[in-house]
């Protein structure tokens, strides 16, 4: 009898499957010193598949099911609901009825039962289940409870549980359901508490909520809480919420809605006392299950009684530092424009190859800055130039950081801490000089340096293996540094930069007029990534007059599609075309500074949909054509702005000092993309010189696929090679957290305390309905929102605007196509702002949740001059 139905006291944690994530925890608690947990039993998952296991319609019905997609509403709701009916309907297994008996008459017949689900998927890590099964309360006599232990089977197959667990590749056969039967507590107050606050994530605040009767209804959303927020043993916020309503047990059974009295409504559900002693057996809870716990709790004659626990799963990891000290990170994805998660091996690269006090957390990467904000000089720097220039938000964080006083003591400005801060050594070596004049040998230089060194790079590494090829890796890893902290190269790129505030700054001073450089900076030469989308315009040029060819691009599948195109007229000229531009930018894709995505030249067919756009989208010649009036443009403004400047008092003076800056910006803004379009030039020879090492180890079966190699960091990556041995357990370990990262969201700063501080914009003077965001290419554009979320599904028709989430260098290939741009993440010098200026398109970055807010197809307006996007 005993695996059909265990009570809480005879569970044990190897048996997840058998009472689920709920009752598992409960059967956890309820061992717990000085922890009460009203008693009661759990019916295993095994009663469940007794249930059905013998039931052919059940089985057939679940066969259709598996065959729909997760559109298909209609015909889900229909057999989901034919199911739920055959559940309710079955007769439950003689020998499950008999071990309920003999629980109910050990723990009282005559008491009331809570009875609500537990499954065995519910409290995965990366799948938060919860809510998705009903609860039941106040059941009373077991005829009853026996008919909500099949309603709780069949809640296992609403439309709404059905369709999550497809979205999210669950299987309905996989899926069992336990049930739990708990003695019901009728409580004068319940609520929820959580040990970290989660509205800001702060791991130091516990959050309670708290209202009169039941927690169904503070769950279900029918009444206000109270919110008390507690950090150690102080009450630290209190809002005391107008509680007009309560549900109460029914003596008959079941539960009723009941007014509150109006003297009772705003007064504070529980007393201090009782928020400190909740608080402490929330803190006792979460140190048990050493993770963050979300807690449903009721109190009943001055006692606590906890019914739920399960971890808090939306709460963004913080990253780990060796001390007990405050620190404060900031994402580098969104320096990068690039927040997905990245996978061990890119991380492991990536560290290796900065010179930053660099932490991971959540899969993707954070810079520790508090020594910078500690000294005055390093605060002033991040939050007016290197950080808060291009980012509103990251300095409005910043600032309420500062604020606060107590969080990151100041050093005395004395005190230095080694050198300009280490985390700016991060941004930029220490000796960089800017230039005065404009050299013209200086970027053909630096970009041949980075060339040849490359080519160096690829005959060299062909004849390394085995360990020699790791040793080989970190050496050359020292040259990569050398290239990208370059003092010269680094003072290339701030000269154009620099000179890009300086006019804006000029000439909205001299001549009112906003944003100058924008224009100035259209079509500059030297720029690798908007040459790189305006090649593939050419590309296009030379598939134009060969129907055949195109026709057959419009229905590819798979990679090896080079390879055929010589059987029709043109697929010579085709294939040459997309090997020359290959050779020249395979090495880049989406989430490039991530070594393990994949590539174009690993997977070519990325780039057809973007051909065969251009194809439809562009007359011969588009390229050149959109370049020259590009060039024109900026030359045209210098004119105007330089005659309007001499008008002014000492106009030569000032029109001189102009034409100097403006130079600088044409000649120099070019280069600022070349230094990572180096970098990741030499990753990808890294990373195809591993695959090899990969294959071998696939051969050897020390890994299955060669793409496993991406779960290892460069070190653990070594050491299978040198030992060839491998638990395979890591790798499947890996790939579980990794879909974890993916459902999360990296915040911009996050503290050592978990803390997530989001910035908010100025809003001065925009428009009430309008989202705001980072004005960082001026002009304002109207036109059908495209929100798309990989480069492989564009179908941009001319005149679209761009809505994605980021766009590193991979997304200019689309950016010829588009009349304007808006992300969620980015700032005024990140990859896609710097191209839409190149390419004059309007564009707003840093808008948050700008995915979400607007739909595809939606007529939208881009104000890329004041930083706001408006639905039309």
């Given at each position: 009898m005993s695996s059909l139905v265990l009570s809480f006291q005879e569970m044990d944690k190897t048996q997840l499957f058998l009472v689920g994530g709920k009752g598992l925890n409960l059967g956890k608690l309820s061992r717990l010193e000085g922890i009460q947990v009203p008693e009661g039993f759990c019916v295993t998952t095994v009663g469940y598949q007794k249930a059905i296991e013998k039931n052919k319609t059940f089985q057939a019905l679940l066969d259709q099911l598996t065959l729909l997609k997760a559109q298909d509403r209609d015909q889900i709701g229909e057999i989901s609901r034919k199911i739920r009916q055959l559940i309710m309907e079955a007769e439950i297994p003689s020998e499950v009825v008999k071990a309920v008996a003999h629980y109910l008459s050990h723990f009282g017949d005559e008491h009331a039962y809570a009875v609500r689900s537990s499954a065995t998927a519910e409290d995965l890590p990366h799948a938060s289940f919860a809510g998705q099964q009903d609860t039941y309360l106040n059941v009373i006599g077991k005829r009853a409870i026996l008919q909500h232990i099949s309603k709780c089977w069949a809640s296992l197959f609403t439309d709404r549980a059905v369709i999550y667990r497809m979205q999210n590749g669950f299987d309905h056969r996989q899926i069992s359901l336990a049930v739990i039967v708990q003695r019901m507590v009728f409580p004068q107050a319940s609520g929820i508490l959580f040990t970290a606050d989660p509205i800001t994530s702060h791991r130091k605040w516990l959050s309670i909520d708290a209202s009169f009767g039941l927690g169904e209804a503070l769950v279900s959303g029918l009444v206000s809480a109270d919110c008390y927020k507690v950090q150690e043993e102080n009450i630290i916020d209190k809002r005391i919420a107008t509680k007009k309503l309560a549900i109460y047990g029914r003596k008959e059974g079941g539960t009723e809605t009941q007014q509150i009295a109006p003297e009772q409504q705003n007064t504070q559900t529980l007393t201090d006392r009782q928020i400190l002693q909740l608080a402490r057996i929330g803190r006792q809870i979460e140190a048990f299950f050493s993770c963050p716990q979300d807690i449903e709790w009721c109190l009943a004659d001055d006692t606590f009684y906890i019914v739920q626990s399960r971890p808090i799963t939306t709460l963004y990891p913080i990253p780990e530092a060796n001390d007990q000290e405050n620190h404060v990170y900031v994402s580098v994805g969104h320096q990068?424009?690039?927040?997905?998660?990245?996978?061990?091996?890119?991380?492991?690269?990536?560290?290796?190859?900065?010179?930053?006090?660099?932490?991971?957390?959540?899969?993707?990467?954070?810079?520790?800055?508090?020594?910078?904000?500690?000294?005055?000089?390093?605060?002033?720097?991040?939050?007016?130039?290197?950080?808060?220039?291009?980012?509103?938000?990251?300095?409005?964080?910043?600032?309420?950081?500062?604020?606060?006083?107590?969080?990151?003591?100041?050093?005395?400005?004395?005190?230095?801490?080694?050198?300009?801060?280490?985390?700016?050594?991060?941004?930029?070596?220490?000796?960089?000089?800017?230039?005065?004049?404009?050299?013209?040998?200086?970027?053909?230089?630096?970009?041949?340096?980075?060339?040849?060194?490359?080519?160096?790079?690829?005959?060299?590494?062909?004849?390394?293996?085995?360990?020699?090829?790791?040793?080989?890796?970190?050496?050359?890893?020292?040259?990569?540094?050398?290239?990208?902290?370059?003092?010269?190269?680094?003072?290339?790129?701030?000269?154009?930069?620099?000179?890009?505030?300086?006019?804006?700054?000029?000439?909205?001073?001299?001549?009112?007029?906003?944003?100058?450089?924008?224009?100035?900076?259209?079509?500059?030469?030297?720029?690798?990534?908007?040459?790189?989308?305006?090649?593939?315009?050419?590309?296009?040029?030379?598939?134009?007059?060969?129907?055949?060819?195109?026709?057959?691009?419009?229905?590819?599948?798979?990679?090896?599609?080079?390879?055929?195109?010589?059987?029709?007229?043109?697929?010579?000229?085709?294939?040459?075309?997309?090997?020359?531009?290959?050779?020249?930018?395979?090495?880049?894709?989406?989430?490039?500074?991530?070594?393990?995505?994949?590539?174009?030249?690993?997977?070519?067919?990325?780039?057809?949909?973007?051909?065969?756009?251009?194809?439809?989208?562009?007359?011969?010649?588009?390229?050149?054509?959109?370049?020259?009036?590009?060039?024109?443009?900026?030359?045209?403004?210098?004119?105007?702005?330089?005659?309007?400047?001499?008008?002014?008092?000492?106009?030569?003076?000032?029109?001189?000092?102009?034409?100097?800056?403006?130079?600088?910006?044409?000649?120099?803004?070019?280069?600022?993309?070349?230094?990572?379009?180096?970098?990741?030039?030499?990753?990808?020879?890294?990373?195809?010189?591993?695959?090899?090492?990969?294959?071998?180890?696939?051969?050897?079966?020390?890994i299955h696929e060669k793409e496993e190699i991406y779960y290892l960091s460069f070190e653990e990556l070594r050491e299978v090679v040198r030992t060839n041995k491998l638990d395979n357990q890591i790798i499947s370990k890996r790939k579980d957290e990794y879909k974890l990262y993916e459902k999360l969201t990296p915040p911009r700063v996050i503290t050592s305390d978990g803390e997530i501080i989001a910035g908010k914009?100025?809003?001065?003077?925009?428009?009430?309905?309008?989202?705001?965001?980072?004005?960082?290419?001026?002009?304002?554009?109207?036109?059908?929102?495209?929100?798309?979320?990989?480069?492989?599904?564009?179908?941009?028709?001319?005149?679209?605007?761009?809505?994605?989430?980021?766009?590193?260098?991979?997304?200019?290939?689309?950016?010829?196509?588009?009349?304007?741009?808006?992300?969620?993440?980015?700032?005024?010098?990140?990859?896609?702002?710097?191209?839409?200026?190149?390419?004059?398109?309007?564009?707003?970055?840093?808008?948050?949740?700008?995915?979400?807010?607007?739909?595809?197809?939606?007529?939208?307006?881009?104000?890329?001059?004041?930083?706001?996007?408006?639905?039309?």
């Amino acid at each position: 009898m005993s695996s059909l139905v265990l009570s809480f006291q005879e569970m044990d944690k190897t048996q997840l499957f058998l009472v689920g994530g709920k009752g598992l925890n409960l059967g956890k608690l309820s061992r717990l010193e000085g922890i009460q947990v009203p008693e009661g039993f759990c019916v295993t998952t095994v009663g469940y598949q007794k249930a059905i296991e013998k039931n052919k319609t059940f089985q057939a019905l679940l066969d259709q099911l598996t065959l729909l997609k997760a559109q298909d509403r209609d015909q889900i709701g229909e057999i989901s609901r034919k199911i739920r009916q055959l559940i309710m309907e079955a007769e439950i297994p003689s020998e499950v009825v008999k071990a309920v008996a003999h629980y109910l008459s050990h723990f009282g017949d005559e008491h009331a039962y809570a009875v609500r689900s537990s499954a065995t998927a519910e409290d995965l890590p990366h799948a938060s289940f919860a809510g998705q099964q009903d609860t039941y309360l106040n059941v009373i006599g077991k005829r009853a409870i026996l008919q909500h232990i099949s309603k709780c089977w069949a809640s296992l197959f609403t439309d709404r549980a059905v369709i999550y667990r497809m979205q999210n590749g669950f299987d309905h056969r996989q899926i069992s359901l336990a049930v739990i039967v708990q003695r019901m507590v009728f409580p004068q107050a319940s609520g929820i508490l959580f040990t970290a606050d989660p509205i800001t994530s702060h791991r130091k605040w516990l959050s309670i909520d708290a209202s009169f009767g039941l927690g169904e209804a503070l769950v279900s959303g029918l009444v206000s809480a109270d919110c008390y927020k507690v950090q150690e043993e102080n009450i630290i916020d209190k809002r005391i919420a107008t509680k007009k309503l309560a549900i109460y047990g029914r003596k008959e059974g079941g539960t009723e809605t009941q007014q509150i009295a109006p003297e009772q409504q705003n007064t504070q559900t529980l007393t201090d006392r009782q928020i400190l002693q909740l608080a402490r057996i929330g803190r006792q809870i979460e140190a048990f299950f050493s993770c963050p716990q979300d807690i449903e709790w009721c109190l009943a004659d001055d006692t606590f009684y906890i019914v739920q626990s399960r971890p808090i799963t939306t709460l963004y990891p913080i990253p780990e530092a060796n001390d007990q000290e405050n620190h404060v990170y900031v994402s580098v994805g969104h320096q990068q424009m690039m927040t997905d998660p990245m996978k061990p091996l890119g991380l492991s690269f990536w560290l290796l190859t900065t010179r930053a006090p660099m932490h991971t957390a959540g899969g993707r990467l954070f810079i520790d800055i508090t020594s910078m904000l500690a000294s005055p000089a390093g605060r002033e720097t991040l939050v007016n130039v290197t950080l808060g220039k291009s980012d509103p938000l990251i300095k409005d964080a910043l600032t309420t950081i500062i604020e606060r006083e107590d969080f990151i003591k100041s050093l005395p400005d004395d005190k230095k801490e080694s050198g300009p801060g280490e985390s700016n050594k991060a941004v930029s070596p220490a000796n960089y000089q800017t230039l005065n004049e404009y050299d013209p040998t200086i970027v053909a230089d630096l970009i041949k340096r980075s060339r040849t060194s490359i080519e160096e790079l690829k005959q060299n590494i062909q004849t390394k293996s085995g360990l020699d090829l790791f040793d080989f890796i970190l050496e050359d890893l020292q040259q990569l540094k050398k290239i990208a902290f370059d003092p010269q190269s680094f003072g290339v790129l701030m000269t154009g930069i620099n000179a890009s505030f300086w006019i804006n700054e000029k000439m909205n001073e001299w001549l009112g007029e906003k944003n100058a450089a924008d224009i100035l900076s259209q079509s500059v030469p030297n720029n690798i990534t908007s040459e790189m989308g305006l090649a593939l315009l050419n590309v296009a040029d030379v598939i134009r007059p060969y129907p055949e060819v195109t026709d057959y691009l419009q229905h590819v599948k798979n990679d090896n599609f080079l390879g055929e195109l010589v059987q029709f007229e043109g697929g010579k000229e085709t294939q040459d075309a997309i090997y020359a531009y290959l050779d020249k930018y395979g090495m880049r894709c989406a989430g490039e500074i991530d070594i393990t995505r994949t590539r174009w030249s690993e997977k070519p067919l990325t780039l057809v949909p973007v051909i065969l756009s251009n194809i439809k989208n562009f007359e011969p010649d588009a390229g050149n054509r959109k370049f020259e009036q590009g060039r024109q443009e900026a030359l045209k403004k210098e004119q105007e702005l330089l005659d309007r400047l001499k008008q002014l008092p000492d106009g030569e003076q000032k029109a001189k000092e102009t034409k100097r800056m403006i130079d600088l910006i044409r000649n120099l803004s070019g280069y600022r993309e070349y230094p990572k379009y180096g970098f990741i030039n030499r990753y990808f020879v890294y990373k195809q010189a591993l695959l090899k090492e990969a294959e071998q180890l696939v051969q050897a079966n020390v890994i299955h696929e060669k793409e496993e190699i991406y779960y290892l960091s460069f070190e653990e990556l070594r050491e299978v090679v040198r030992t060839n041995k491998l638990d395979n357990q890591i790798i499947s370990k890996r790939k579980d957290e990794y879909k974890l990262y993916e459902k999360l969201t990296p915040p911009r700063v996050i503290t050592s305390d978990g803390e997530i501080i989001a910035g908010k914009y100025n809003r001065e003077g925009l428009p009430a309905e309008a989202i705001a965001g980072i004005a960082v290419s001026s002009g304002v554009i109207e036109g059908r929102a495209r929100v798309i979320l990989n480069m492989e599904d564009a179908d941009i028709e001319d005149g679209d605007i761009l809505v994605t989430i980021f766009t590193d260098p991979s997304w200019t290939a689309l950016f010829v196509s588009i009349k304007g741009l808006v992300t969620e993440v980015g700032g005024l010098m990140t990859h896609g702002a710097v191209i839409a200026r190149e390419y004059g398109l309007p564009a707003v970055v840093g808008v948050e949740h700008a995915t979400k807010l607007i739909k595809d197809g939606q007529k939208i307006r881009v104000n890329g001059t004041d930083g706001c996007v408006e639905i039309l």
